[in-house]
Nanobody, 124 residues
Framework: QVQLVESGGGLVQPGGSLRLSCAAS????????IGWFRQAPGKGREGVSC??????YYVDTVKGRFTVSRDNAKNTLYLQMNSLKPEDTGLYYC???????????????????WGQGTQVTVSS
């Protein structure tokens, strides 16, 4: 059974940093497309970053500030978020796709299982 458990969210001031973790079980991270999405209050879910078989991808608004990585030994996905802005506020979800994927991977249609989410609030 696929299970994704996010952690690491919290309240941080603008310019601060957070590292989100997503512990995966029931499957091997390395065999699937995986990603982070977020949902701000009153808005739809947005792809933030992902890892496919061709590399890592980021939405333009986080490029240069966020870094996605994967620890295969721990079967865990990470999102290092630096220089946080108030517009980064939202509920961040970890998600895994239905198999391997080649190319950009920031569309939700690629994904089949989602975690419960971890709240990130950027405010002074």
């Amino acid at each position: 059974q696929v299970q994704l458990v996010e952690s690491g969210g919290g309240l941080v001031q603008p310019g601060g940093s957070l590292r989100l973790s997503c512990a995966a079980s029931g499957f091997t991270l390395n065999d699937y497309v995986i990603g982070w999405f977020r949902q701000a209050p009153g808005k739809g879910r947005e792809g933030v970053s992902c890892i496919s078989s061709t590399g890592t991808y980021y939405v333009d608004t986080v490029k240069g500030r966020f870094t996605v990585s994967r620890d295969n030994a721990k079967n865990t996905l990470y999102l290092q978020m630096n220089s946080l802005k108030p517009e980064d506020t939202g509920l961040y979800y970890c998600t895994v796709g239905r198999g391997r994927h080649y190319g950009p991977c920031l569309t939700s249609e690629l994904y089949g299982s989602w975690g419960q989410g971890t709240q990130v609030t950027v405010s002074s």
